[in-house]
């Protein structure tokens, strides 16, 4: 049998500021809930990752990266075959590093720092080009936007079951005011709670978990009609239009943009 720690280990747990490892996997492999001693940048530069933790969900389509940060514990789902690559970070590698889990950009020249990071012998000196190429990585990591790809979930009881209902049926219908009456409060309740523990209305949450839900299938190839019925639209274009607006491409160009020049 088999007792040899996991190839990772050689890495988030590493003394350097930055080490960087690639990892493939197949379409529907799920890691696990498991933590990192140091922070780690996640890219995949093929296929989606759908990231969870205790405080939500995160969807994460090709030339965006999710920061976990350290000990955070996480598990990672593969939609479609899935070409990983990471870079974990000591958390005192760099000031300002985020705090929070989120997805971000990545830049041309971050993905390729990323890359040529993988190939970069360990140990490595601070004083030699590896090690400059290292301090590029975090000081580029620093200039990245955040995106607006996470659906956080709820720790109220009653936001508990409307969540995991539309998480699990996203073309659910129900009303705040019908939702309301099945858990015997008072619309007004069902709203405040939302925008206190989710930072957004009972309306705008269900969209951002109706908008992931698509991503996920579009990685899967589906057709746009398809997916617009299956989350509950009324038509393609309403679909389409909400997408855009959210994203700032139209579904049709989204996956083409994000996988264009993916090796």
Known sequence: MDVSPPRYTQFDR??????????????????????????????????????????????????RAIWMPPDMPHQLRMVGEVKMRAAFIRPDASPHLPTQCSVIGISALLRELIL???DVPLPYSPDTRDGRLMRLLLDELRLV???????????DPRLRLIGQTLTREPHDRTTAAEWAQRLGVDPKTIHRLFLREMGMTFGQWRQQARLLAALEMLACQAKIVDVALELGYGSPSAFATMFKRQFGVAPSAFFVETMAGQP
């Open 145 to 155: 936007p955040t995106l607006p790809l996470h659906l956080p979930h709820p720790t």
């Open 14 to 63: 590493s003394a350097l500021p930055v080490t960087a490892m690639a990892t493939d996997f197949p379409n529907g492999h799920n890691t696990g809930h498991h933590r990192h001693p140091n922070a780690q940048l996640i890219h995949a530069v093929h296929g989606v990752m759908v990231v969870s933790t205790e405080q939500g969900l995160w969807v994460v389509p090709p030339t």
């Open 116 to 118: 040529a990071a993988i």
